[in-house]
């Protein structure tokens, strides 16, 4: 094919392992993949975690991550074997002719530079453009991909924007360069269902306008429908169908290929509660430090013991400044908070021992929300040493029955999170906060970076938990599939405001608000052409009004 751009030929990928007790070996991690990508077109790479998608998308850039080796075949791109170029070469084809938007912006951005710094840097270290033909590049793409304030976003700091916006500014960086393939690794998994049409619309765009080809991996299904021509399905580091977008959600051939396509989220029977919240928010207003204006705006909602709130919202919102509050992060300007019968102190640094056992928090970002230099097993017993005194082979035990619980079993005690997949990074980090035993848990988006089935267990998992355990959990996510599955109520929030609030039945049940009726509009069906109905529906309503 004269516009073929990619052609992968028996990939294998491999790493050495070091088991306790044992000598080092060599394992193999991709088996003799295959699969071709023309100009403009997009081959969507789907699986569980530790599929080999990631590791796969970025041998297309010859890099082997966190000391995994690229071991047999080929890597055609533009018409060269890029596996058998030279270092010059390799460093002209990434950041050049390939990009890489990665699942975490959070962990990739540098916080020291401006967002606009690092934006350009390829596009002008590779002689794409002049830096003031890149910044304007830059601003044409941040407007594209519906980033506020587009002329001056990039004259702020990673951490002044939010998880949505930097995976945003992440997409917008690899665009910039006008690359010819761009890798996008989970490019929407941290932002909210509003957003993420916009996103997923503007990456269509971008093929479409500029011709550039990518792989689009993901483990949402209804995704990677709107976006992919073709999709393969990987298990365990092999393929297990392979075929156009419309073959694999439609008439999937292979049992494993059904399952993805199947998986439909648990059930979670609403209780009424009877008793006294185990937490009480009354009439929370807060701003950040150094800043004249508020970012929640007297919010007030009840959990009860054994119980789910699903808090969902936008990019932005203030999902996770409510997160912050409660946990003591960001002491509020007016308002109090109740927990297990007792009012918390506003800031952290005055709350007990027993307050920071009881009220636990999994973090979105699982790169971020562990210290690469620790082990499994230590990141693990922190919590056991430091709440309960265990020590020794009591303290070892009771860190394998919580790898247990969480579906990872043996042999993960001494890996290192750089030795992780993405989702059992996740796994880790709720292994942590069980440990201490919670009455509350806030869990921060926790099953984004998984894929379907994996979510779908760790979402059993955790309810399970909660039947014996009577723990609360504080559910901040934006899939509504989610929500319907594991919530008992639900708060709707924007800018910084409760605007629908009671329990599932209710906020679910029309009629809704403008805002909750976008929510429930925007989230992707397992459709091929959805995506561009709903940009036309919204259109027609813009044109309406």
Not at 310 to 338: C, N, Q
Not at 538 to 544: I, P, Q, V, Y
């Amino acid at each position: 094919m004269s516009d073929q751009l990619l052609k992968v030929r028996g990939l294998k990928i491999g790493a050495t392992v070091y088991p306790p007790g044992e000598k080092p070996h060599d394992i193999e991690i991709v088996h003799g993949v295959d699969f071709d990508l023309a100009k403009g077109q997009v081959l969507g790479l789907i699986g569980e975690s530790g599929a080999g998608k990631s590791t796969i998308g970025l041998a297309t850039m010859a890099y082997g991550r966190g000391g995994v080796e690229i071991t047999g075949g080929e890597v055609w791109v533009n018409g060269r074997d890029i596996l058998k170029s030279g270092l010059k070469d390799v460093r002209s084809l990434r950041g050049g002719e390939v990009t890489y938007v990665s699942q975490s912006a959070a962990a990739s951005f540098n916080p020291a530079k401006k967002i606009m710094d690092q934006v350009v840097e390829a596009a002008v270290e590779h002689g794409k453009f002049s830096r003031k033909d890149a910044e304007e590049r830059a601003r044409v793409l941040f407007a594209k991909l519906g980033l506020p304030d587009p002329d001056n976003i990039g004259s702020r700091f990673p951490h002044q924007v939010s998880g949505g916006q930097l995976q945003r500014c992440m997409t917008a960086l690899a665009l910039c360069p006008e690359p010819d393939l761009v890798v996008f690794d989970e490019p929407t998994t941290a932002l909210d269902v509003t957003t993420q049409i916009d996103v997923l619309m503007a990456i269509k765009e971008a093929i479409r306008d500029t011709g550039v080809a990518a792989l689009y991996i993901t483990h949402d299904l209804a995704v990677v429908a709107q976006v992919s021509d073709d999709i393969m399905v990987l298990k365990m580091g092999e393929t297990v169908e392979y075929g156009t977008t419309d073959q694999i959600i439609n008439t999937p051939k292979e049992e494993y290929t059904q399952a993805l396509v199947s998986v439909r989220s648990i059930d979670h029977e609403e209780k009424l509660p009877g008793i006294e919240p185990v937490l009480k928010v009354q009439n929370i207003t807060a701003r950040y430090k150094g800043t004249n204006f508020d970012v929640l705006h007297d919010v007030s909602v009840d959990l009860f013991p054994g119980q789910t709130l699903a808090v969902v919202g936008e990019s932005g919102s203030g999902k996770s400044t409510l997160a912050r509050v409660i946990t003591g992060l960001l002491p509020p300007s007016s308002g109090r908070i109740d927990f297990a019968g007792r009012t918390l102190s506003p800031d952290l640094a005055g709350r007990s021992r027993e307050d920071l056992r009881e009220l636990q928090m999994i973090y979105q970002m699982a790169d971020v929300a562990m210290n690469p230099r620790q082990t499994v097993g230590t990141i693990i017993g922190r919590p056991l040493e430091f709440y309960f005194g265990l020590r020794g082979s009591e303290k070892q035990k009771r860190i394998q029955e919580l790898l247990d619980e969480i579906e990872l079993g043996d042999g993960f005690q001494d890996r290192y999170p750089a030795e992780l997949s993405g989702g059992q990074k996740q796994r880790v980090c709720i292994a942590r906060a069980l440990a201490a035993k919670p009455k509350l848990i806030i869990c921060d988006e926790v099953t984004s970076a998984l894929d379907p089935l994996v979510a779908d267990g760790i979402l059993k998992l955790l309810l399970n938990l909660q039947k014996i355990e009577d723990v609360a959990y504080l559910f901040i996510t934006h899939d509504l599939a989610t929500v319907r599955a594991i919530a008992d109520s639900i708060a709707v929030m924007y800018q910084g405001r409760v605007v629908r609030y009671g329990s599932k039945t209710d906020v679910l049940t029309p009629p809704f608000d403008d805002y909750t009726d976008l929510l429930l509009s925007s989230v992707p069906e397992m459709k091929l052409g959805w995506l561009e109905e709903v940009i036309a529906n919204r259109k027609m309503e813009s044109a309406g009004n």
